[in-house]
């Protein structure tokens, strides 16, 4: 049961991140620690965590979202051995963690894992196409709402649920904050990946993501 920290990265979002936190609150693994990083205009999302009591809170000072930087302030508060990513509107499944810790048991050179986004019941995954690959000409594939019915290698993951082993973010540096919001998870998987760790995607590791304005 290796700990785990959760971070999320906020701003101005009160009312998705008290679904958040209220759906993590249902989470049937045990060893885990929760971080928000808020970047929010006023005090509401302060407000909204302490209401949680197993929560750290951190405020940052600026004067819009950064959430590359939000969440190198959070690893370096973590204590957990692996590092999970939310978005605020991100709402797990009670098995969440359960799923993303047993994808890390198949190997050691397991860097990253990382599971569904569910937007509602409609799949836009067609089956057929590769999940989460680059592809040559530097085109992505996704279909992060699929599931392929087994554990798969990926070369990506999708943003709002995804999570690496706490010595690999380290050893690359942890995120590029030059990246404001699009593409740095991809950028992220791939220095994991040419440091010689495999990415899995596992698809009973689900969250609903709102997808908030």
Same mark, same amino acid.
């Not at 993590?24 to 302490?50: F, G, H, M, Q």
């Not at 978005?87 to 969440?96: E, I, P």
């Given at each position: 049961?290796? &700990? /785990?920290?959760?971070?999320?990265?906020?701003?101005?979002?009160?009312?998705?991140?008290?679904?958040?936190?209220?759906?993590?609150?249902?989470?049937? =693994?045990?060893?885990?620690?929760? @971080? /928000?990083?808020?970047?929010?205009?006023?005090? &509401?999302?302060?407000?909204? %965590?302490?209401?949680?009591?197993? %929560?750290? =809170?951190?405020?940052?000072?600026?004067?819009?979202?950064?959430?590359?930087?939000?969440?190198?302030?959070?690893?370096?508060?973590?204590?957990?051995?692996?590092?999970?990513?939310?978005?605020?509107?991100?709402?797990?499944?009670?098995?969440?963690?359960? &799923?993303? %810790?047993?994808?890390?048991?198949?190997?050691?050179?397991?860097?990253? /894992?990382?599971?569904?986004?569910?937007?509602?019941?409609?799949?836009?995954?067609?089956?057929?196409?590769? @999940?989460?690959?680059?592809?040559?000409?530097?085109?992505?594939? &996704?279909?992060?709402?699929?599931?392929?019915?087994?554990?798969?290698?990926?070369?990506?993951?999708?943003?709002?649920?995804?999570?690496?082993?706490?010595?690999?973010?380290?050893?690359?540096?942890?995120?590029?904050?030059?990246?404001? %919001?699009?593409?740095?998870?991809?950028?992220?998987?791939?220095?994991?990946?040419?440091?010689?760790?495999? @990415?899995?995607?596992?698809?009973?590791?689900? @969250?609903?993501?709102?997808?908030?304005?």
């Amino acid at each position: 049961m290796p &700990e /785990v920290s959760v971070i999320i990265p906020t701003y101005n979002r009160p009312d998705v991140l008290k679904r958040c936190l209220g759906h993590i609150e249902k989470l049937t =693994y045990e060893t885990y620690e929760v @971080i /928000v990083v808020d970047a929010s205009s006023n005090d &509401e999302s302060r407000n909204i %965590v302490a209401e949680y009591n197993k %929560v750290k =809170y951190i405020k940052i000072d600026t004067s819009k979202r950064q959430q590359c930087r939000q969440r190198n302030i959070g690893i370096k508060k973590a204590k957990g051995e692996i590092i999970t990513f939310l978005d605020d509107d991100s709402l797990v499944h009670s098995d969440w963690l359960d &799923e993303i %810790v047993k994808a890390y048991s198949f190997t050691d050179k397991v860097g990253g /894992v990382g599971g569904r986004a569910l937007r509602g019941e409609q799949i836009s995954w067609d089956g057929k196409t590769s @999940i989460g690959r680059i592809k040559n000409d530097g085109f992505l594939t &996704e279909g992060f709402d699929g599931d392929p019915g087994k554990i798969i290698e990926v070369d990506h993951l999708i943003g709002c649920n995804m999570s690496y082993r706490r010595n690999v973010l380290e050893e690359i540096n942890g995120w590029d904050e030059w990246f404001d %919001v699009e593409r740095a998870e991809t950028d992220l998987a791939i220095r994991v990946k040419k440091a010689g760790y495999k @990415i899995l995607y596992n698809p009973k590791a689900v @969250i609903n993501h709102l997808a908030a304005p």
